[in-house]
């Protein structure tokens, strides 16, 4: 069975870094484009960042562009998120996921992690 377990998550104060994780299982890894979405309270789930399933290409929502870095390890089957300069509106549960393109849509993709949360403080 198909697993995404995220990971390293948490409390943060404004300007600082978080890395979240998210552990694949039970899909052939290096066969699947990745995803981070996100979701506020109240709010639409938000394309965060994608990345191919070569590692080639990577792509980002425009309010985090130049601070979030997505990339995928593909002998340990996980992907990662290096967030930076955090602010309070990047406060979300955060979820990664698998699928057949990296797109923008969450629709498009079939597997979803469980999510993690990031609070940033001000």
């Known amino acids: 069975q198909v697993q995404l377990v995220e990971s390293g998550g948490g409390l943060v104060q404004s300007g600082g870094s978080l890395r979240l994780s998210c552990a694949v299982s039970?899909?052939?890894?290096?066969?699947?484009?990745l995803a981070w979405f996100r979701q506020a309270p109240g709010k639409e789930r938000e394309f965060v960042a994608s990345?191919?399933?070569?590692?080639?290409?990577?792509n980002y929502a425009g309010s985090v562009k130049g601070r979030f870095i997505i990339s995928r390890d593909n002998a340990k089957n996980t992907v990662y998120l290096q967030m930076n300069t955090l602010k309070p509106e990047d406060t979300a549960v955060y979820y990664c996921?698998?699928?057949?393109?990296?797109?923008?849509?969450?629709?498009?993709?079939?597997?979803w992690g469980q999510g993690t949360q990031v609070t940033v403080s001000s």
């Open positions: 990345i191919t399933w070569g590692g080639d290409t990577t």
């Open positions: 039970g899909l052939s890894f290096r066969s699947y484009a």
């Open positions: 996921s698998a699928g057949p393109w990296a797109t923008r849509v969450h629709q498009e993709y079939n597997y």
